[in-house]
């Protein structure tokens, strides 16, 4: 039972996350020969005051 974590900047719609979540069981069952209902899929969201890549806030950039 794959359990995936997604973390993206808030502000997605709840119909951009469903359609990820759709394209991302659909290649997970694909690739591993899994039927889509093991598939767990977590999403967080994160303000970009939160989220620092190479030590820069993603709010400053």
Same mark, same amino acid.
Request: proline share 3%.
């Given at each position: 039972?794959?359990?995936?974590? !997604? +973390?993206?900047?808030? #502000?997605?719609? =709840? ?8 394209? &991302?069981? $659909?290649? !997970? +069952?694909?690739?591993? #020969?899994?039927? =889509? ?8 969201? &994160?303000? $970009? ?5 190479? #030590? ?6």
């Amino acid at each position: 039972m794959p359990v995936v974590n !997604i +973390s993206l900047y808030a #502000g997605r719609t =709840d119909e951009q996350k469903a359609a990820l979540a759709k394209a &991302v069981t $659909k290649a !997970i +069952s694909e690739t591993v #020969g899994i039927p =889509d209902s093991a598939t767990t899929i977590i999403f967080r969201d &994160v303000e $970009k005051s939160d989220w620092s890549i190479g #030590g820069v806030m993603a709010s400053d950039s």
